[in-house]
């Protein structure tokens, strides 16, 4: 895998000529004024532009790259190639047509059709039905299209934003020891109890998409604690002059009602549409039932079925952590068929648990009870 991925990162590297042309890092401020001509229409892909920059401060091995058609951004038309536990390809554009953004990506070298995983992530509804023909025509198989609402919230007014909190709980932000890398490159805050073993019980992180990974633990569903981290992190991201953006999938009603109450406004409906991971035959497949202490995966307990979701999707309760790495892809098999689904989440949720979505068409509701049928699938992933 790595060494594809190298590959892939001389391929970008190398074509001439290509109609996509990175944009200079002294130019990207030319291309966010553009952008901002468009907000809140471009809230996402603009704030996912700074997060990413903000990331290769912290890290420059960052794998971000952003490029505009024949070198010009006029049109605000954009296409960001992210690395990052992920093959991503974020982009935008103002141009009416929504034609310059298709030709574009039609006639590229840069993007790796193939690659499993590929992904475009919060494509807005402007320009969905062009960028769906385009990887129609480009991808073999399955698309997976995961519909959401995008909302947003201006800087100056979630910085006017006071959090409070009752005497038995506190909020602060994560540190490595709650979650993994992703907390050493983003903006994150968890909810704690007084009395507690220093676990968050509550807690999300800006990810570069918006804020994302909101949980809390289910012996403290109901008591609020969600909206009090969410006007916390609004606050926090206001001060540091980002708008707040996110975005939410349909069906999940509990969601979309917080933020309604909290006072964000609907921006528009996007899709993330994906290239999911299928294996017929994986190189390794290590059932519950065989880890044991020489592997260095994760050993897993019940998974419980999350409600207000339009997919089956699970939240597995992890036990005997040995390594930091999360693996992508989650098998289940149901009378001798193997079923595969995404990891949603890149980091482990406080250490406790670790999401698994699977699409709608690919995993029966009777794998969602089933413990003792599901493992984790380690091969070539690129």
């Known amino acids: 895998m790595e060494q594809n991925r190298m590959e892939g990162d001389i391929l970008q590297q190398q074509v001439e000529g290509d109609i996509l042309q990175q944009v200079d890092r002294d130019d990207i401020t030319n291309v966010l004024d553009v952008l901002k001509t468009d907000l809140p229409q471009s809230v996402t892909i603009y704030n996912f532009?700074?997060?990413?920059?903000?990331?290769?401060?912290?890290?420059?091995?960052?794998?971000?790259?952003?490029?505009?058609?024949n070198g010009s951004w006029k049109n605000g038309?954009?296409?960001?190639?992210?690395?990052?536990?992920?093959?991503?390809?974020?982009?935008h554009t103002l141009e009416p047509s929504c034609q310059e953004l298709a030709n574009a990506l039609t006639h590229t070298q840069l993007i790796q059709w193939g690659r499993k995983g590929l992904c475009f992530p919060f494509v807005h509804e402007r320009f969905y039905t062009a960028v769906k023909k385009v990887l129609t025509s480009k991808v073999e198989g399955e698309i997976v299209s995961t519909h959401n609402t995008t909302y947003w919230m201006h800087q100056d007014r979630a910085a006017e934003l006071q959090a409070t909190w009752p005497g038995e709980v506190y909020v602060s932000p994560l540190d490595i020891s709650h979650a993994a890398i992703l907390i050493e490159l983003s903006y994150s805050a968890g909810l704690f109890l007084n009395n507690g073993d220093g676990k968050p019980v509550c807690w999300a992180l800006q990810a570069d998409y918006g804020i994302g990974m909101l949980h809390t633990t289910d012996p403290h569903l109901r008591k609020g604690y969600a909206r009090i981290l969410m006007k916390y992190m609004f606050n926090m991201l206001g001060k540091r002059g980002l708008a707040v953006n996110l975005c939410v999938v349909d069906g999940n009603l509990p969601s979309h009602r917080l933020f309604h109450?909290?006072?964000?406004?609907?921006?528009?409906?996007?899709?993330?549409?994906?290239?999911?991971y299928h294996h017929s035959s994986p190189s390794r497949k290590i059932s519950i039932e065989r880890l044991d202490k020489r592997e260095s995966l994760y050993a897993l307990q019940q998974p419980i079925k999350r409600q207000g979701l339009n997919m089956p999707h699970i939240v597995f309760q992890l036990r005997h952590v040995r390594t930091t790495r999360i693996y992508d892809v989650v098998g289940a098999e149901t009378e001798g068929s193997p079923q595969w689904g995404m990891v949603w989440d890149h980091i482990l949720l406080g250490r406790d648990e670790l999401g698994v979505r699977f699409s709608r068409q690919n995993l029966p509701a009777s794998c969602l009870h089933q413990s003792g049928k599901f493992c984790f699938v380690e091969d070539e992933l690129s």
Do not use: M, Q
């Open 261 to 276: 109450s909290l006072g964000c406004e609907e921006v528009c409906k996007c899709v993330f549409l994906t290239r999911p």
């Open 49 to 69: 532009i700074k997060v990413h920059l903000d990331w290769k401060e912290k890290n420059p091995e960052s794998d971000f790259k952003l490029y505009c058609p």
């Open 77 to 91: 038309t954009v296409v960001c190639i992210v690395e990052c536990g992920w093959y991503g390809i974020a982009v």
